[in-house]
Structures are given as structure tokens and as C-alpha cells.
Nanobody
Framework: QVQLVESGGGLVQAGGSLELSCVAS????????MGWYRQAPGRRRDLVAT???????NYADSVKGRFTISRDNAKKTVYLRMNSLKPEDTAVYYC??????????WGQGTQVTVSS
């Protein structure tokens, strides 16, 4: 079983910054990719950013140029640096891990609130 523990969420004013972290532990056969998704009230869960084991990144258009995803493979940790935050970035942010065997795991989520 895989555990994903997120941290770093909170309340910030528009234009501010936050950094999220997610640490993976448990039985992991091999990591294909890790990433972040978000879900605002009444909306579906959407991709924010992903990073593969080889460092290839993918971002939602709405966050390109403002958010940066990175990872520390040795620590099984993924980070999301969020700059120039906007009220529309307000959501619960979920960490995701995709194993090489195709199994996916999710964290419990961390709330990010951006005030105008």
C-alpha cells in the first residue's frame, strides 16, 4: 500500500506564493510519474502538473509560467512551487503517484485558498 502525505497548503493573497510538498512511502514497485491535480467546489478534479521519473514535465495551460513542478527521486518527494497565485487557483490540491505497474495512488489533499 502506498501513502502520499501532502503539506504546504494555506491561505495567501492574490499575487503571493506557496509551495506544496508530497512524500510517498509504502510498497512502491517503481515510479513512472508523480503529479498534482486540483478540485474546486462543484468542479471535477483537473490536472495541474506532472513530472515523469526522467524529469519530463506537463502543465495545465492555466498554470504555465506560474507553477513549477519538481521532484527528488531519492526522497520520493514531489514539489509544486506556485507563484503569482490567483483567486481561481483556489482548490483542494491532490498529489498523485503512478507506478510502473500502472497502479495509481492519491493523497488526501491540501487546501489552497487565494484571497482577492
Amino acid at each position: 500500500q502506498v501513502q502520499l502525505v501532502e503539506s504546504g497548503g494555506g491561505l495567501v493573497q492574490a499575487g503571493g506564493s506557496l509551495e506544496l510538498s508530497c512524500v510517498a512511502s509504502g510498497t512502491i514497485f517503481g515510479i513512472n510519474a508523480m503529479g498534482w491535480y486540483r478540485q474546486a467546489p462543484g468542479r471535477r478534479r483537473d490536472l495541474v502538473a506532472t513530472i515523469t521519473n526522467g524529469g519530463f514535465t506537463n502543465y495545465a495551460d492555466s498554470v504555465k509560467g506560474r507553477f513549477t513542478i519538481s521532484r527528488d527521486n531519492a526522497k520520493k518527494t514531489v514539489y509544486l512551487r506556485m507563484n503569482s497565485l490567483k483567486p481561481e487557483d483556489t482548490a483542494v490540491y491532490y498529489c498523485n503517484l503512478e507506478q510502473t505497474i500502472g497502479r495509481q495512488s492519491w493523497g488526501q489533499g491540501t487546501q489552497v485558498t487565494v484571497s482577492s
